[in-house]
């Protein structure tokens, strides 16, 4: 089986910044697009920024400029900096990650836990 487990959210001031991690651990053959997305109280899940294995990064408009994600594929890790935070940003974080298995099984899509970001003065 596939995990992925999220680190690094927490507490920070407006124009504060965070680093997220997502690790993927388990039986892992490739990683092809890895995203981060995003769910405020009250509203559905959106995306943040996603990232191919061939490096094209997309990003939601909101977060242009402010907002990277990168990738480190020898950790099988997803990173997302997040800088000049606003008080619109506080969410749950949830990392995404298309997965192969073994070189003849499907893609399966995977999403970690949720880490919580509280941008407040």
């Known amino acids: 089986q596939v995990q992925l487990v999220e680190s690094g959210g927490g507490l920070v001031q407006p124009g504060g910044s965070l680093r997220l991690s997502c690790a993927a651990s388990g039986r892992i053959f490739s990683i092809n697009t890895v995203g981060w997305y995003r769910q405020a109280p009250g509203k559905q899940r959106e995306l943040v920024a996603t990232?191919?294995?061939?490096?094209?990064?997309n990003y939601a408009d909101s977060v242009k400029g402010r907002f990277t994600i990168s990738r480190d594929n020898a950790k099988n890790t997803v990173y997302l900096q997040m800088n000049s935070l606003k008080s619109e940003d506080t969410a749950v974080f949830y990392c995404?990650?298309?997965?192969?298995?073994?070189?003849?099984?499907?893609?399966?899509?995977?999403w970690g836990q949720g880490t919580q970001v509280t941008v407040s003065s």
């Open positions: 990232l191919t294995s061939g490096g094209s990064t």
């Open positions: 995404n990650a298309i997965i192969r298995s073994t070189w003849f099984s499907g893609e399966g899509n995977y």
